[in-house]
């Protein structure tokens, strides 16, 4: 046992005595390495960009928004204009409130004249209407009345100040228990 002690003893002595060749090794090593970092590349000199605002288009001008095809008519209202005084000389209850309010209750042949039946829950009115009646604040006139739905064509003005068209649709209201 005592061999083996000494073995031991001796390997250990010989091992931290190379600990200055190893760290010689190092060194020599670490000078060797160079980082390799790319060069900077040049700076530019800056330019100033005069900024000239005269002769550039306004980005908000309202005639940018015209869609294309249409004239540039801004204000003059085009075929469709609706009469705005006939509208208050017929002074229709159903044509002061938005479209969205209406509801469409019922459909009813009557005389073999179909109507329907409508609800302005907030002002607590049910009314009928035929084909031909207007409704709607969008100058909407109801052009047809099937079982489900009455078809009403309105007239809106777009961004370009042209009055154009539209179809819209009142469903038939179900109640939650489907009666």
């Known amino acids: 046992m005592n ?3 000494i073995v031991l003893v001796a390997l250990l002595v010989a091992a931290c005595s190379n ?6 090794w190092m060194d020599e090593e670490t000078s060797k ?8 590349p040049q700076v530019k000199p800056y330019e100033a960009v005069p900024y000239e605002v005269a002769s550039a288009l306004d980005p908000f001008n309202s005639s940018k928004i015209v869609p294309e095809g249409k004239g540039r008519h801004i204000g003059k209202g085009g075929d469709l204009e609706p009469d705005f005084e006939a509208r208050n000389d017929r002074n229709n209850i159903l044509e002061k409130v938005p479209l969205e309010s209406v509801q469409l209750i019922g459909v009813m042949n009557l005389n073999n004249t179909i109507m329907a039946a409508v609800q302005v829950e907030s002002l607590q009115l049910i009314k009928q209407v035929k084909v031909g009646d207007w409704i709607g604040v969008d100058f909407g006139v109801i052009t047809q009345i099937k079982e489900q739905e009455i078809v009403i ?3 809106i003005e777009d961004p370009s100040g042209e009055w154009v068209e539209r179809v819209n649709a009142l469903q038939l209201l179900v109640k939650e228990d489907g009666k």
Not at 19 to 24: C, D, M, S, V
Not at 33 to 40: F, G, K
Request: hydrophobic share 30%.
């Open 3 to 5: 061999k083996i002690c």
């Open 19 to 24: 600990q200055g060749n190893i760290q010689n």
């Open 153 to 155: 064509k309105e007239v």
């Open 33 to 40: 390495m160079r980082p390799s970092v790319p060069p900077l």
